[in-house]
C-alpha cells in the first residue's frame, strides 16, 4: 500500500549531527503515523520516535537530542540526530501505522522501509 525510502544515513564522530529522511509513495500520507526504529547487530530492534498528525513521541534515551519532523507536502518524515554516541550506531528504519494512536512498539507499524546505516565513530 505504501513504500518507504530511507535516506541520510552514514558515518559521523560522535557528537556530531545527521538527519535521515524517510520518503513515501502512495496517496495519504497525512493519515499515517510515522516511526523510527533502528536496530544494532546482535540487538533487537528498538522504538527512537514517532510523530502523528503533530504529536511526537520519543524513547527516553533520544529525548532532548533527536527530533523527528514530517513534511506532509512532500511525503517525507524526517529524524533529525544531535550529539551522537556510539551508542546510536545501528540501522534504522522508518515505519507507517493507521493506528489511532501513536505506537511504539514495532507489531503495530505496518509497513517499513529498507533502512540506512549510521555508524558513530568515538
Known amino acids: 500500500q505504501v513504500q518507504l525510502v530511507e535516506s541520510g544515513g552514514g558515518l559521523v564522530q560522535a557528537g556530531g549531527s545527521l538527519r535521515l529522511s524517510c520518503a513515501a509513495s502512495?496517496?495519504?500520507?497525512?493519515?499515517?503515523?510515522m516511526g523510527w526504529f533502528r536496530q544494532a547487530p546482535a540487538k533487537e530492534r528498538e522504538f527512537v520516535a514517532a510523530i502523528g498528525w503533530s504529536a511526537t513521541r520519543y524513547a527516553d534515551s533520544m529525548k532532548g537530542r533527536f527530533t523527528v519532523s514530517r513534511d506532509n507536502a512532500k511525503n517525507t518524515v524526517y529524524l533529525q540526530m544531535n550529539s551522537l554516541k556510539p551508542e546510536d550506531t545501528a540501522v534504522y528504519y522508518c515505519?507507517?501505522?493507521?493506528?489511532?494512536?501513536?505506537?511504539?512498539?514495532?507489531?503495530?507499524?505496518?509497513?517499513w522501509g529498507q533502512g540506512t546505516q549510521v555508524t558513530v565513530s568515538s
Open positions: 502512495g496517496r495519504a500520507f497525512s493519515r499515517y503515523a
Open positions: 515505519a507507517a501505522t493507521l493506528a489511532v494512536s501513536i505506537p511504539t512498539s514495532r507489531e503495530r507499524f505496518d509497513y
